[in-house]
């Protein structure tokens, strides 16, 4: 009885411990187990200034999207991508703040100083009437493909500045 009790207590000071691990979900929201943001934030940070850094970046974002969506046994795709779009969007705002006197309008274009981006496919904000996926609804595809277009150019630009110190001017 006592080997018994002792077990017991063990499985669930075990089970206490890992739901405190898992983080808490706001009202109204899905907790899908995965830390989206922390696996973005500790993914790009590995993501440095090498030549294959864009398509790493992306690799990060599209992970952190499909291991959400794992967790949620693929039920969750809409939740994950809104998650990613959400951490894209406050990180963009982040590397934003670092360059004091940046002008956002340069991600358009269309601003005093342009800006010519080395992919072309990027130089472009995502027509939302041309954004579609059939596994998600068009608003949540289009603030992914926004929010996902933005931080890549500003990762570009980020980088940029580190290495030359003039993408700000």
Not at 3 to 8: E, G, T
Not at 31 to 59: H, I, K, R
Not at 80 to 99: F, K, N, P, Q
Not at 135 to 150: D, I, K, W
Request: negative net charge.
């Amino acid at each position: 009885m006592i080997r018994q009790s002792a077990v017991l207590s063990a499985i669930t000071a075990g089970a206490c411990a890992l739901s405190a691990a898992l983080p808490i979900a706001a009202a109204g929201e899905e907790n899908s187990g995965f830390d989206t943001a922390g696996f973005l934030s500790a993914c790009t940070e590995f993501a440095q200034d090498v030549d294959y850094a864009l398509p790493m970046d992306t690799q990060c974002v599209s992970q952190a999207v499909h291991m959400c969506n794992l967790s949620q046994e693929m039920k969750a795709l809409q939740h994950c991508a809104d998650s990613a779009a959400a951490w894209l969007e406050a990180d963009g705002a982040r590397i934003v703040s670092l360059m004091p006197g940046f002008d956002k309008s340069v991600l358009d274009g269309s601003g005093p100083a342009g800006l010519s981006l080395p992919i072309p496919t990027l130089g472009d904000a995502p027509d939302c009437t041309q954004v579609s996926d059939h596994n998600l609804p068009a608003e949540v595809a289009c603030r992914y493909s926004e929010a996902l277009s933005e931080w890549l150019k500003l990762r570009i630009l980020m980088r940029s500045e580190e290495m030359t110190g003039e993408a700000s001017q």
